[in-house]
T-cell receptor, first 113, second 112 residues
Framework: KQEVTQIPAALSVPEGENLVLNCSFT??????LQWFRQDPGKGLTSLLL?????REQTSGRLNASLDKSSGRSTLYIAASQPGDSATYLC????????????FGAGTQVVVTP | GAGVSQSPSNKVTEKGKDVELRCDPI?????LYWYRQRLGQGLEFLIY????????KSGLPSDRFSAERTGESVSTLTIQRTQQEDSAVYLC??????????FGQGTRLTVV
């Protein structure tokens, strides 16, 4: 059974610092891994999608890496801003379980001005 | 459509009533998911559709919960005899079979 863990559960950094969020998963047989952002009381916004054959994806200040063999992904957010404050979730789609999305519990990020 | 649409956005219902929540996925997306998120909690998987079939309904919490999908499009989540513990935001997502998932804004259900 796929299990997804996110560490740390919460993180507070001053504006301008780089953010490093970690996601680990137990079953490497995945189609892809996706990072989401959730603002309080809102739905989930997709940030980056990494297919199983890829090592990383980049979008603006965001960069996500994937090491399938070790079951790890890292989301880097460069030069953090107060607007980056949110909960960040990773989700993996495994090749068994009919490709169901399995989520981690999330990392709650606060960027202080 | 341009994105995943859920309706209603908010629903207040009396305990014991039945409710129906609707999800319109992105056109052409074969996979559809329902999740529940209680206040301050993480995402709780409910059911997964591939086309009109539900190969994984393991997350439905009780037989009061059911869901269907028709025309490989719209899905309806029905909660019968609602209880206060059903109060939550119900989120729907859709994707191509092995593609990225896109979420709707959710339906906030309050049972009073």
């Amino acid at each position: 059974k796929q299990e997804v863990t996110q560490i740390p559960a919460a993180l507070s950094v001053p504006e301008g610092e780089n953010l490093v969020l970690n996601c680990s998963f137990t079953d490497s047989a995945i189609y892809n891994l996706q990072w989401f952002r959730q603002d309080p009381g809102k739905g989930l916004t997709s940030l980056l999608l990494i297919q199983s054959s890829q090592r990383e994806q980049t979008s603006g200040r965001l960069n996500a890496s994937l090491d399938k063999s070790s079951g790890r992904s890292t989301l880097y957010i460069a030069a953090s801003q107060p607007g980056d404050s949110a909960t960040y979730l990773c989700a993996v789609r495994t090749t068994d379980s009919w490709g169901k999305l399995q989520f981690g519990a999330g990392t709650q990020v606060v960027v202080t001005p | 459509g341009a994105g995943v649409s859920q309706s209603p956005s908010n629903k207040v219902t009396e305990k014991g009533k039945d409710v129906e929540l609707r999800c319109d996925p992105i056109s052409g997306h074969t996979a559809l998911y329902w999740y529940r998120q209680r206040l301050g909690q993480g995402l709780e998987f409910l059911i997964y559709f591939q086309g009109n079939s539900a190969p994984d309904k393991s997350g439905l919490p009780s037989d009061r919960f059911s869901a269907e999908r028709t025309g490989e499009s719209v899905s309806t989540l029905t909660i019968q005899r609602t209880q206060q513990e059903d109060s939550a935001v119900y989120l729907c997502a859709s994707s191509l079979t092995a593609g990225g998932a896109f979420f709707g804004q959710g339906t906030r259900l309050t049972v009073v």
